[in-house]
């Protein structure tokens, strides 16, 4: 009877693995080739195009150097690159498994039902998460380790497994590899943590250590390389090329940054003018879990960090109004189904946003955004990397060394392949070159 048991369970264990297999090969398929025929159509984010770029420095650079895909930028989003090496295949593998990932937490947090099925189809065939998912994986990859996170430390509030805490401190941590900005949420992080329900001082002060400590040792950690390799330990904020550097593109944004108030009410109207996409991450406050046992105040902080993480940004000056942004507060929604109460009010919105969803893109203040739904719905659009792949064609014809400046050229590498032959900044004559090309043997120079 015993082996018999054992037998069904293996079987079960079995059937969920071959179908959660067989639904991320699904997924991928479905993923990929949306990516590669906007691809071949003359269409790709070219944050794609740079990791792939970077990556290939790393490895076939004059000289090959690590350095290429990190210390400046956070390193955790070319490590998939570095193992796949193709942009499209990147993003396809990554974005299928945090898919699958949601769904079946989704189905964890719900079971099945309206609400499942709804968020479920909104997750793989909404333009807003078509978008991300195929075109922005790393962003994908911050908010699902984020909100997991999170969830994570709810269910360690709820559940008291220490297991559950040391993942929530993990992947919150490890959001820093992904957009070092992630380390604006610290305090809100810490202030959550030691205003939660202990049983002590000394329970909450530990719990707290336990969930910001890895953060603070990834950031110190990054601060060594830098000093080790760059000489400058900040060298990855104070570079003109960091996140950190960028300047506020929308008006708005850079009268709004540094001001509180003014910060506020921004992200007031950012939220009221993607209200129909937002929609169920705000009503869900209403339906969040009051039951004995659960800390209602706790849990409604934590879903709160997507708006705390939209301040951050847009106090920092470095937020930008696009419409896929709504997916931050999405992912949040999913994660945390089991902390709320399933309801027909719920399944409405999400019907609502999942509508809103295919046509607000289209006017969006994003041209990436804007441009990815207008090729997929066969509208014009910008053929953004067809230019470059023109320059590299011609380059692939020619022989000797090539002068230029990757910083906003660095598709022309990627497409022409060979990144042996391209003098850059990174090297150490680059600028020598600059100034006497044919003493350095520079046979050609793009601009």
Not at 212 to 237: C, E, G, H, K, R
Not at 280 to 302: C, E, H, N
């Amino acid at each position: 009877m015993v082996a018999w048991l054992g037998a069904v369970v293996t079987t079960q264990k079995t059937k969920i693995v071959l179908s959660a297999l067989a639904l991320f090969l699904a997924i991928f398929a479905y993923y990929y080739a949306i990516t590669f025929y906007l691809y071949k159509a003359g269409y790709i984010h070219l944050n794609l195009i740079f990791f792939a770029e970077k990556t290939l420095l790393a490895l076939q650079g004059n000289p090959p150097r690590l350095e290429n895909v990190g210390f400046v930028y956070p390193p955790f989003s070319f490590l998939f690159t570095l193992i796949f090496r193709d942009p499209v295949v990147t993003c396809a593998f990554v974005s299928s498994a945090l898919t699958i990932l949601l769904i079946f937490r989704m189905k964890e947090g719900l079971q099945y039902g309206p609400l499942f099925f709804m968020s479920a189809t909104m997750l793989v065939v909404s333009p807003v998460f078509l978008f991300v998912a195929s075109q922005k994986y790393d962003f994908f990859l911050q908010i699902v380790f984020l909100a997991f996170g999170m969830n994570y430390y709810l269910r360690y509030r709820h559940e008291g497994s220490t297991l559950h805490l040391f993942a929530a401190g993990f992947l919150y941590g490890m959001t820093f590899f992904i957009d070092f900005r992630s380390l604006y949420l610290l305090p809100a992080v810490a202030v959550v943590s030691l205003l939660g329900q202990h049983k002590n001082r000394s329970h909450k002060v530990g719990v707290t250590i336990v969930l910001i400590t890895p953060m603070i040792f990834f950031f110190s950690a990054w601060i060594y390389l830098n000093w080790v390799f760059t000489q400058d330990p900040l060298n990855f904020i104070h570079s003109p090329y960091s996140f950190f550097q960028t300047v506020p593109q929308q008006t708005e944004v850079a009268v709004a940054s540094f001001s509180l108030i003014k910060t506020v009410a921004y992200a007031s109207q950012y939220l009221l003018i993607q209200l129909p996409i937002l929609l169920p991450y705000l009503v869900s406050f209403f339906f969040l879990r009051t039951d004995k046992g659960f800390d209602t105040p706790l849990i409604y902080a934590v879903n709160l960090f997507p708006v705390l993480l939209t301040l951050a940004t847009i106090y920092a000056g470095q937020f930008f109004p696009a419409t896929f942004y709504g997916a931050l507060f999405l992912v949040f929604l999913f994660v945390n189904f089991e902390f709320m109460k399933p309801s027909k009010i719920m399944t409405a919105c999400m019907i609502v946003s999942l509508f809103a969803s295919f046509f607000m893109p289209l006017y969006s203040l994003e041209n990436n955004e804007r441009n990815f739904l207008r090729a997929l719905y066969g509208f014009h659009y910008e053929k953004n990397i067809v230019e470059f792949q023109n320059v590299a064609a011609v380059l692939q014809h020619t022989k000797g060394e090539i002068l230029l400046d990757d910083a906003n050229l660095f598709p022309v590498v990627y497409f022409t392949g060979d990144a042996r032959r391209f003098l850059l900044p990174y090297n150490y004559g680059f600028y020598s070159a600059l100034s006497n090309p044919a003493r350095f043997g520079v046979q050609y120079a793009v601009v």
